[in-house]
């Protein structure tokens, strides 16, 4: 199966399941409990062996660490507008902390800014992109999971209790993180002929777009139009300004500096909702924030992507 055509089964595996996860919404009556199994499930039984399998195969060279350090600038860079913006907005308790979250966290993976580093630079392109994902995946593991456990449980921030977070089983993943990275210097990962990997990482993406579809409801009204223009303004202008000023400054050059620069200007990223719905956090506000951030990217900054990406290409020598 080429490139296009997995892209086009995870965009299946993505709508479908949004869909009916919105319609078995209203029929069933414990749908609260039923979205966050199906996050538990994926988190220990199917995140784990993808997460180790892939670790286990990766090549890393200067461009990758590049690009694996940008993921936490980006989320930095997020971080610093998100709570500017949540003051101007007066946002409080969980609200503020949800818009915060979504602004951290961007859709860097294959369902978004891979592909769309594939579309306009390559299948080279595509596979650097995994290492800003990687990185995301480090912060959200490390630090935003065992964070949210320490807000779901309205305690203070000890360091003590910031390590009960890490050992939960929500953290399961790392266990396939560390393994995969002792593994892979060690023994060569051996080739597997059946798509294994592929059919995981589908049952994944479905099972967390089910979920989101849970937590959507359409809300009528302008009182949200503010938080949604905040973070289009946070997510497509100033996350990625600060981003290609850091590249310029630095010199960072070909695939590196490419790949940064379209990840810096990818939408809110599926997990972040994930991550609210786990914990309890604003669910139904972020999936709104998701929702309406994801439509804008597709309605007005891919198509400038798209138009622009040869001159960018150009710029940093591909």
């Not at 992109?129 to 807000?151: D, E, K, M, W």
């Amino acid at each position: 199966m080429n490139i296009v055509a997995k892209y086009a089964v995870l965009q299946a595996v993505s709508i479908l399941p949004f869909i009916s996860g919105y319609y078995f919404r209203c029929r069933i009556k414990s749908y609260e409990q039923f979205r966050r199994k199906i996050i538990l499930f994926n988190l220990v039984f199917l995140e784990p062996v993808v997460i180790f399998y892939s670790i286990w195969g990766i090549d890393i060279d200067k461009t990758a660490l590049w690009i694996f350090s940008a993921a936490f600038f980006i989320a930095l860079c997020g971080y610093i507008f998100g709570k500017i913006f949540v003051r101007i907005l007066r946002l409080k308790g969980d609200d503020s902390f949800a818009f915060v979250l979504t602004s951290v966290m961007s859709n860097t993976g294959f369902t978004m800014g891979g592909f769309v580093c594939f579309l306009t630079a390559g299948e080279k392109a595509l596979a650097y992109s995994y290492f800003c994902s990687l990185g995301l995946a480090c912060l959200i593991y490390f630090l935003i999971f065992p964070l949210c456990y320490v807000r779901e449980r309205s305690e203070k921030l000890k360091l003590s209790v910031f390590l009960r977070g890490i050992l939960r089983i929500n953290n399961f993943p790392i266990i396939g993180f560390l393994a995969g990275a002792t593994v892979r210097h060690y023994f060569a990962r051996p080739q597997i002929n059946i798509p294994l990997l592929d059919i995981m990482v589908c049952i994944l993406v479905a099972g967390y777009f089910c979920s989101l579809g849970m937590v959507f409801e359409f809300k009528r009204g302008s009182a949200e139009k503010y938080i949604h223009a905040s973070e289009f303004i946070i997510k497509f202008i100033l996350v990625p300004t600060a981003l290609i000023s850091a590249i310029l400054f630095v010199g960072i050059g070909g695939y590196a500096g490419y790949v940064i620069m379209i990840e810096s200007l990818m939408p809110c990223a599926v997990f972040s909702v994930v991550t609210l719905v786990l914990y309890n956090i604003s669910p139904e506000l972020s999936g709104r924030i998701f929702a309406i951030n994801t439509a804008a990217f597709f309605i007005f900054i891919l198509p400038l992507i798209l138009i622009f990406s040869k001159k960018a290409a150009c710029l940093f020598g591909l």
